[in-house]
């Protein structure tokens, strides 16, 4: 990770060539990434809280909420389930890191509509016990 950059001719050197270009690991350097997309958003006020919208069912088929139902629905819930679901079948079973960590946070993401899901508090303290639990936090 180059934090100030490089030359594009030479990796080595910072972009004025005046000395080496400083880099650290992801360990020393932790990236963060954040899911946003926008393509389908609505914008509500506060007095529309919890707000229904018809489903909207996208790639993803496996939303718990959609196999038994056609009603309208919170769609932030369903938001939490596809973000936990994209990061369970696209980056849990592919990098290497602490396992039950990521198990607990797809769980809390993806699990059936009366766990702890739908309760971003509640999930994010079990994920939080779960990291401090094997020293990585």
Do not use: W
Not at 33 to 49: C, E, K, M, P, V
Not at 80 to 87: D, L, S, V
Not at 96 to 119: A, K, M
Not at 124 to 137: D, F, I, K, Q, W
């Amino acid at each position: 990770m180059f934090r100030n950059g490089y030359h594009p001719l030479s990796i080595e050197d910072n972009y004025e060539l005046t000395d080496p270009a400083k880099h650290h690991t992801r360990t020393q350097l932790p990236s963060k990434y954040y899911l946003l997309y926008f393509g389908i958003s609505r914008r509500y006020t506060a007095d529309q809280r919890p707000p229904y919208e018809p489903q909207i069912r996208g790639e993803d088929k496996s939303v718990p909420e959609f196999q038994t139902s056609t009603e309208p629905r919170e769609p932030f819930p369903t938001d939490i389930y596809y973000a936990g679901n994209m990061i369970r079948e696209h980056f849990l079973d592919v990098c290497i890191f602490n396992r039950e960590i990521g198990f607990v946070l797809t769980f809390i993401l993806t699990g059936p509509p009366c766990s702890p899901r739908h309760s971003r508090t509640k999930g994010l303290r079990v994920y939080e016990a779960t990291h401090r639990r094997h020293g990585s936090g």
